[in-house]
């Protein structure tokens, strides 16, 4: 879920689907908390905690040795580049990607700006906010800004959504944009005019169709022409329906991003918040795998390059299989 992914970015440990009976236990008693793992241990040994203890000194080494070299670009024995960006939900987070080693932002989750407050946020706050996150990048570094990706899971204070049957399979993503233009139109030109502050490109989630595509590239245009400014353009790969249609997609599009959390809920027909299924969630799944290589064909065709956005990227037994595809 975000909130999983959102306490991720923070080493906010955090364990969902837990038995109710841990309310029993008084504040102050000892646990051992391993969400890698996704246990918790009540009231350790004295020996169960030393082996934590060590677990965590030797992670923290190997935290400070990766640092060593987190500036080095991420190539493979032969001789392959794949660029390493950061997935980043604010400026805060920006600085700390650039002191990581990250080579650019594959994804700004822009809802930061929407939510936790009660009204839709101005002009001036948008820019201010954009321009803060492409200076801190810096010119070399681009930012692929993911415009509003609300509805489904994530809803807005201001912004009255029906009680729908199936949130995840209604106004959800740049389906809100669609029926609501004034406010995705205000977050394009936010962008636009921030861009003169590093290296923005412009991403739509949730696209599932060419029209959809075509409706919120047209608003793009007219307000490029405006502004005198031009960026790239891309999509979310995270319905099927845009992996299976990936061909047509790459001769409209300046690049692809895989969501791979929604792919793969789409694609299994598994509900991502699901406690009870979460563990379903396979992105390796080979139907998942099968639509990431559609993807990446298609826009290899074109000329077109594809990241991946999803947190399957940063999962070490994907990663060999996502570098060769
Ligand atoms: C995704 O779906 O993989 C993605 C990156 O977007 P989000 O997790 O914000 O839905
Ligand atoms: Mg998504």
Request: aromatic residues 4%.
């Given at each position: 879920?975000?909130?999983?992914?959102?306490?991720?970015?923070?080493?906010?440990?955090?364990?969902?689907?837990?038995?109710?009976?841990?309310?029993?236990?008084?504040?102050?008693?000892?646990?051992?908390?391993?969400?890698?793992?996704?246990?918790?241990?009540?009231?350790?040994?004295?020996?169960?905690?030393?082996?934590?203890?060590?677990?965590?000194?030797?992670?923290?080494?190997?935290?400070?040795?990766?640092?060593?070299?987190?500036?080095?670009?991420?190539?493979?024995?032969?001789?392959?580049?794949?660029?390493?960006?950061?997935?980043?939900?604010?400026?805060?987070?920006?600085?700390?990607?650039?002191?990581?080693?990250?080579?650019?932002?594959?994804?700004?989750?822009?809802?930061?700006?929407?939510?936790?407050?009660?009204?839709?946020?101005?002009?001036?706050?948008?820019?201010?906010?954009?321009?803060?996150?492409?200076?801190?990048?810096?010119?070399?570094?681009?930012?692929?800004?993911?415009?509003?990706?609300?509805?489904?899971?994530?809803?807005?204070?201001?912004?009255?959504?029906?009680?729908?049957?199936?949130?995840?399979?209604?106004?959800?993503?740049?389906?809100?944009?669609?029926?609501?233009p004034?406010?995705l139109r205000?977050?394009i030109?936010?962008?636009?005019?921030?861009?003169?502050?590093?290296?923005?490109?412009?991403?739509?989630?949730?696209?599932?169709?060419?029209?959809?595509?075509?409706a919120v590239k047209k608003l793009v245009?007219e307000e490029?022409?405006?502004?005198?400014?031009?960026?790239?353009?891309?999509?979310?790969?995270?319905?099927?329906?845009?992996?299976?249609?990936?061909?047509?997609?790459?001769?409209?599009?300046?690049?692809?991003?895989?969501?791979?959390?929604?792919?793969?809920?789409?694609?299994?027909?598994?509900?991502?918040?699901?406690?009870?299924?979460?563990?379903?969630?396979?992105?390796?799944?080979?139907?998942?795998?099968?639509?990431?290589?559609?993807?990446?064909?298609?826009?290899?065709?074109?000329?077109?390059?594809?990241?991946?956005?999803?947190?399957?990227?940063?999962?070490?037994?994907?990663?060999?299989?996502?570098?060769?595809?």
């Amino acid at each position: 879920s975000h909130a999983a992914i959102l306490a991720g970015s923070l080493n906010i440990p955090y364990l969902v689907n837990v038995p109710a009976s841990v309310r029993q236990y008084d504040n102050g008693t000892d646990v051992i908390l391993n969400t890698n793992k996704g246990y918790m241990l009540v009231n350790p040994t004295g020996e169960e905690i030393a082996r934590t203890v060590a677990r965590q000194e030797r992670a923290a080494a190997e935290h400070e040795e990766a640092l060593k070299v987190a500036d080095q670009p991420a190539v493979t024995q032969d001789g392959h580049h794949v660029e390493i960006a950061a997935n980043i939900a604010n400026q805060d987070d920006a600085e700390k990607a650039v002191k990581l080693g990250a080579e650019a932002v594959g994804l700004l989750r822009s809802e930061f700006l929407y939510m936790e407050r009660a009204t839709e946020p101005t002009m001036d706050e948008q820019v201010k906010a954009y321009e803060g996150i492409l200076g801190a990048m810096g010119k070399d570094r681009p930012v692929i800004i993911r415009t509003l990706d609300v509805g489904g899971d994530k809803p807005l204070a201001y912004l009255p959504l029906p009680r729908e049957e199936n949130p995840f399979l209604g106004e959800r993503g740049v389906r809100i944009g669609i029926n609501r233009p004034a406010m995705l139109r205000k977050q394009i030109r936010a962008i636009l005019k921030a861009a003169h502050a590093g290296h923005a490109r412009i991403m739509f989630p949730m696209i599932s169709s060419l029209d959809e595509f075509r409706a919120v590239k047209k608003l793009v245009l007219e307000e490029q022409e405006k502004a005198g400014v031009t960026v790239e353009v891309g999509i979310m790969i995270e319905v099927p329906s845009a992996a299976l249609l990936a061909d047509h997609f790459a001769k409209e599009v300046d690049f692809f991003s895989i969501g791979t959390n929604d792919l793969t809920q789409y694609t299994l027909a598994v509900d991502r918040g699901h406690p009870k299924l979460a563990a379903r969630i396979d992105g390796l799944h080979p139907a998942v795998l099968r639509l990431i290589d559609m993807t990446v064909k298609a826009a290899n065709k074109e000329g077109k390059w594809t990241g991946i956005c999803g947190s399957l990227a940063s999962d070490p037994n994907a990663v060999p299989i996502l570098v060769g595809l």
